[in-house]
């Protein structure tokens, strides 16, 4: 397993409940530093109160006809039974209109759910091995070879599994503004991409679009229904919701992708977006649970009480990921995924609530799949000279120095990536940028002089992020429409005559990369 997470989480204990022995690899202390601490800690799909089948068509309607329908359908029907499993663990939380709020406070609401998950997960013997880097994946005949780094020693390990569950989260952290942790750069994509699994919907990033911007401020998240109290304007002083027409509330739960994209025009015309709560009443402000949380931190720390806030939007997830079936299953035998690593659940675009809900369902079911699949997998062969190999490859496939250190070479990666392939983009920009990207001076040369781990790391980590970003600009390149979180100033349109379907990519037996672009068998109109 590697991830500790809520995917990761939750998948360690559906695998060591079904009998396997399980170990979590992650690259900090277990529990922390994941997307599920900064997370706004709401899951959607409780049954109280909601109708499921209007879950259902409001997560198609986010997605733009590009959802799994198979995925949906489980997702829905699922989400109940293990949001009330969550609350008999032990979560402190309120269910409330279809919604579980987990009892967290601003700005890490979600700590409850990987307290609540990590108790659970020890009771039942998942065992533990943090400061540890995933750096390669190498499937065999007989169970899988994995390359790992550990960073507090600066020592390299060879493991060996018969199955592995890569729940590593997103990439959102490739952009200049984000609310990830800084090291979610898309880890997990590059090492399924290089083992040989499928990715798809790589294009499909989803900013959300209400986060603080004040100078010397943590990019703290908004919740979306006390945004919709309050008065979101230009500098001009014009109502950025009604210049855009954008009738969905909450504004930015259910059109994250008109908003942050009217947001980011206004930022690059005018500089300035306001948020002013000053006329919010306490009552709107202790609404629902994730606005109440907010009133010390927002309004009386961060002045939203005396003043208007500076607001810009922050890169927030990842819809597109590694290709799994219904268990997590990737094609590659043995090597699994769950939650945000993996793609296809949410479509062009996700429905606030739904990334909490996907890592508990997904990831019980891949730490199934995976433990079924341990059961009957041949005796574990010795992978040793195989890893041998990869880590030679690894350490001396660049043949070039970096013409800068990781730190300013991630500086240099976030800001071309939020200027030309984030939430407005054209085929210029996109080029230019992967012009860029693929120049001298981005690959860092990996040292086998480990005397630095914190530095092999971030060499190891800028590396991996360098190959996610350049997949997701390239699959933005080619959809040349504009459909859900991506959005084309040169393609406006939504195209389904051409473009109803998913852009994919695989190395060959030679390691180039292989694109294909699979049309929707099924369709259901979801609306726009």
Known sequence: MVGAGAAGLRAAIEAAKEGSGVLV????????????VLSGGVFRGASQGKDPGSHRLDTLRAGRGLNKIALVEILVQESPVRLQELLDWGLQGETRGGFLFASGAAPVWGKPI?????AKARQAGVRFMGSTMLASICPTEAGLGALAYRIKDGKWLALRCKALILATGGAAALFARHDNPQGMLGQGHCLALEAGAELQDMEFVQFYPLGLAE?????????????????LSNGQGEDILLKYGILERPAAERARDKLSQAIFSELREQGEVWLDLRGVSKKDWMEDPLSASSVHLLGERFGGFRRPLRVAPMAHFLMGGINTEEHGATGVP???????AAGGLHGANRLGGNALAETLVFGARAGRGAAMWAQEAKKLQDVGPLLEKALQRLLFSSGRSSAAGPRDGLERLRKCMWEKGGILRNRQGLQDALALL????????????????????????????????????????????????????????????N???????????EGSENWSFEPVVHWESSGP
């Open 438 to 497: 693929g120049g001298s001076g981005w690959d860092p040369e990996l040292l086998p002089d480990s005397s630095q781990p914190q530095e092999l790391t971030r060499r190891l980590e800028l590396r991996m992020g360098i190959r996610t970003a350049v997949l997701i600009l390239k699959a933005a390149l080619r959809r040349e429409e504009s459909r859900g979180a991506h959005f084309r100033e040169d393609f406006p349109e939504q195209d389904d005559r």
């Open 215 to 231: 100078p010397g401020l943590p990019s703290l998240l908004i919740p979306p229904r006390l945004a919709d109290k309050g008065v």
């Open 499 to 509: 473009w109803l379907g998913h852009l994919k990519v695989k190395l060959d037996k």
């Open 25 to 36: 690899l992650c690259k900090g202390a277990p529990g922390g530093g994941t997307s599920t």
């Open 334 to 340: 043995g090597l699994f995924a769950a939650g945000e």
């Open 114 to 118: 990987l307290e609540c998950l990590m």
